[in-house]
């Protein structure tokens, strides 16, 4: 019998946090006819689709159709959304505490809080270096752009420290942006770009970096970040111990991210990383009435290597993970998470990108248009993804310049 077994039907399924893994299992659980009510906690007002980040900033897409409001997306779906942020769990009596201190029961929980950016405890990251995961870095990140093309200098030069994923489609969007008027410097402690990609992504990402003249630089660790300069040690084993001072300006950090899931009482079990263990089915371990998915989740694939914190990894997730919440209300077994890789897209510049994956190698205009219509179908609900689609359809004949236009 499970802990929370016991407790009142009337009492809803509660989801902190209304990123991918969130909101999609809300969604999911809403799709069934005869669903359990369902409270979504969550303190943003807009949801915000991380891989389509890149095109608003082009201005390829629209901030309404890349981060729509929640009250428009649940609306009529039989989801209660609470602007607020779950801060502690108490498992034992089936409630969370919130920021705004309020106390609410569940019959079901969900973590689904995500992951944020982390400095590493460099100095001057937090203070000085724009991240890149919401709408307010976005405007920020333009409004650079736009200063550094009107008032070109000589020599001027951006930094971007990480060259996995969201390093390098941010690199290649900036440089068609900027147009050749300002250097730009990818930075990697590693000793390659896009380490964990498929071999015929990371090729096509190298020759788009070089086409656009951006300057890789691998093996090489970032130490401070100061005003107006970024301070660089080599890590390669024969260049140890030689210091660079770069000037710059402006550093965008996408090096890294850390999750904090809220704490929970009794304790539950963390990885190394502070992820929740969580067992194939979704469940945290020695709490079976708690379930967690997305990046705060430790959940490994049938082999037993641990799960990318990637947007597919959340959107497979959030099926399975409604069913077994309907299961478990049901006192019905639970089944476990099963991993499909259906490939990897990456965004290389304005109107490029490239992807490979089910049968699929391509790279181009029209591997661009095929990850748009890949990310359409990922959109959250089915009347998000028609206006949406008609704005894209709108938009076939506009030809993708450089913004601004």
Known sequence: ?????????TR???????????????????????????????????????????????EELRSWEVAPRYDTLLASRGIAWLKDRVSRVDASAG?????QGRQLPYSRLVIATGSRGTSYGIPGVEDLAIPF???????????????LRSHPRPLQRLALVGAGPSGVELACKLADLLRGSTVIELIEQGADLLPQAKAFNREQARSALLRRDVRLRTQTRVLALEPGRLLLSLTADNDAGSDESLPVDGVIWTAGVTVAPPPIEPVASLDARGRLHCEPTLQLRDHPGVFALGDVADVADADGAPLAATA?????????????????????PLQPFRWKDLGEMISLGIGEASLTGLGVTLAGPAAYRIRQLAYLSRLPGLPHQLRVAAGWLSDLGRPLLPWPR
């Open 12 to 58: 809803p399924v509660l989801i902190a946090g209304g990123g991918f893994g969130g909101l999609y299992t809300a969604l999911a659980l809403a799709s069934h006819r005869h669903h359990p009510p369902i409270l979504l906690v969550e303190p943003q007002e807009r949801f915000l689709f991380l891989p389509l980040l890149y095109e608003l900033l082009s």
């Open 95 to 99: 409630c969370v505490h919130t920021e």
């Open 312 to 332: 597919q990894v959340a959107f497979q997730q959030a099926d399975c993970l409604a069913e077994n919440l309907l299961r478990s209300l049901e006192g019905e």
């Open 133 to 147: 995961r919401s709408l307010a870095d976005v405007e920020r990140l333009q409004e650079l752009v736009q200063h």
């Open 1 to 9: 019998m499970e802990e929370s077994s016991s407790r009142p039907a």
